[in-house]
T-cell receptor, first 113, second 110 residues
Framework: NAGVTQTPKFQVLKTGQSMTLQCAQDMNHNSMYWYRQDPGMGLRLIYYSASEGTTDKGEVPNGYNVSRLNKREFSLRLESAAPSQTSVYFC????????????FGPGTRLTVL | GQQVMQIPQYQHVQEGEDFTTYCNSSTTLSNIQWYKQRPGGHPVFLIQLVKSGEVKKQKRLTFQFGEAKKNSSLHITATQTTDVGTYFCAGSAAGNKLTFGGGTRVLVKP
């Protein structure tokens, strides 16, 4: 997807392991978001960042931490992965100042055993 | 908090037929957006509605925003196999966040 990249594309973890999901955007937008999508479900907001250096909790923040060190990058960290965190994780960015439209990255498919 | 519900959860459609999916918010929205997600893909923006009672068309897709700005609908005419996917509505009440509905998964029978 133009503008938003995510790494890795796939990941398998064991319970208790930690990992960081990376997201980067090249369109110089302020707002970035992390969602999770469970099978057959909608998108639930984990954390978002309205601007560099600021982060806020979304609907399901427990078990996650985020970091917005610069305008381009917004990372999501799982400190101690649990099977309930098996999901597809999407990063998104807000398209512009005058709209709430969001561009999504291709997603990271995470399995926790 | 704000909740957005979509019905139906699944829509099985014969190719060539029409169908409508509905979206309802627990709170008044400043705008509503629709996204489409193909199987295995990511959500892709379709359209944004801002005004009360607004109707927008994209080829065979017609989107409507309710007068009270709490509900919306997506109507697809002459369904094609390319319409397969999950359609999400997402509402914005204020600020930076969108609340997504659970989606309507569309399956097309040729």
């Amino acid at each position: 997807n133009a503008g938003v990249t995510q790494t890795p594309k796939f990941q398998v973890l064991k319970t208790g392991q930690s990992m960081t999901l990376q997201c980067a955007q090249d369109m110089n937008h302020n707002s970035m978001y992390w969602y999770r999508q469970d099978p057959g479900m909608g998108l639930r907001l984990i954390y978002y960042s309205a601007s560099e250096g600021t982060t806020d909790k979304g609907e399901v923040p427990n078990g996650y931490n985020v970091s917005r060190l610069n305008k381009r990058e917004f990372s999501l960290r799982l400190e101690s992965a649990a099977p309930s965190q098996t999901s597809v994780y999407f990063c998104a960015m807000r398209q512009g100042w005058s709209t709430d439209t969001q561009y999504f990255g291709p997603g990271t498919r995470l399995t926790v055993l | 908090g704000q909740q957005v519900m979509q019905i139906p959860q699944y829509q099985h459609v014969q190719e060539g037929e029409d169908f409508t999916t509905y979206c309802n918010s627990s709170t008044t929205l400043s705008n509503i957006q629709w996204y489409k997600q193909r199987p295995g893909g990511h959500p892709v923006f379709l359209i944004q509605l801002v005004k009360s009672g607004e109707v927008k068309k994209q080829k065979r897709l017609t989107f409507q925003f309710g007068e009270a700005k709490k509900n919306s609908s997506l109507h697809i005419t002459a369904t094609q196999t390319t319409d397969v996917g999950t359609y999400f509505c997402a509402g914005s009440a204020a600020g930076n966040k969108l609340t997504f509905g659970g989606g309507t998964r569309v399956l097309v029978k040729p």
